[in-house]
Antibody
């Protein structure tokens, strides 16, 4: 059974940093691209970052480019999202998803507030 | 960026009736391989999104055949036949034709 378990969320002040983790199981992690998607409270879905299966290439929208970094440790079957210079508009539930979006984690809440 | 625009449903929809959700893209989602890179998701209240269809009309594993996707290069429809209470939630279309990946704003389905 495929499982994706996110962690690392919480309350953080504007301008500070936070690192999310997503531990994967039930599939061969190093064969698949991975993606982070977020959802602000009461709002729709927004793509945040994607990474190839080897970690050799990464992709971001302009809204997070230069502030967020997606990475992975294939030996640990773990996906990461390093978030720097956080803003109030980054407040959201963050989901990790497998390549074709057919599996999602339960999500982790990040609140950016002073 | 490709803009995805979703329609609104005349809620609530009576149980057993059909519902069609529309989605329009600002650019064709047909890639050079001939496939149309459009996904549909359902997000039930309090849950993570669930993939319903990909490549515009291919149902994801385990998804009921009551869900069917169709469309052209820029106009898409998700039809739900014989709606049930469990179909209630917000439906999102997503283009995966190019980066940045973008979603529609969502269409809420309520069941009567």
């Amino acid at each position: 059974e495929v499982q994706l378990v996110e962690s690392g969320g919480g309350l953080v002040q504007p301008g500070r940093s936070l690192k999310l983790s997503c531990v994967a199981s039930g599939f061969t992690f190093n064969n698949y691209w991975m993606t982070w998607i977020r959802q602000a409270p009461g709002k729709g879905l927004e793509w945040v970052a994607s990474i190839t299966n080897t970690g050799g290439s990464t992709y971001y929208p302009d809204s997070v480019k230069g502030r967020f970094t997606i990475s992975r440790d294939n030996a640990k079957s773990t996906l990461y999202l390093q978030m720097n210079s956080l803003r109030s508009e980054d407040t959201a539930t963050y989901y990790c998803t497998v390549e074709d979006f057919d599996y999602w984690g339960q999500g982790v809440m990040v609140t950016v507030s002073s | 960026d490709i803009v995805m625009t979703q329609g609104v449903l005349p809620n609530p929809v009576p149980s057993g009736e059909s519902a069609s959700i529309t989605c329009r893209s600002s650019k064709s989602l047909v890639y050079k391989d001939g496939k149309t890179y459009l996904n549909w998701f359902l997000q039930r209240p309090g849950q993570s999104p669930q993939l319903l269809t990909y490549w515009m009309s291919t149902r994801a594993s385990g998804v009921s055949d009551r869900f069917s996707g169709s469309g052209s290069g820029t106009y898409f429809t998700l039809k739900i036949s014989r709606v049930r209470a469990e179909d209630a939630g917000v439906y999102y279309c997503q283009q995966v034709r190019e980066y940045p990946l973008t979603f529609g704003s969502g269409t809420k389905l309520e069941i009567k």
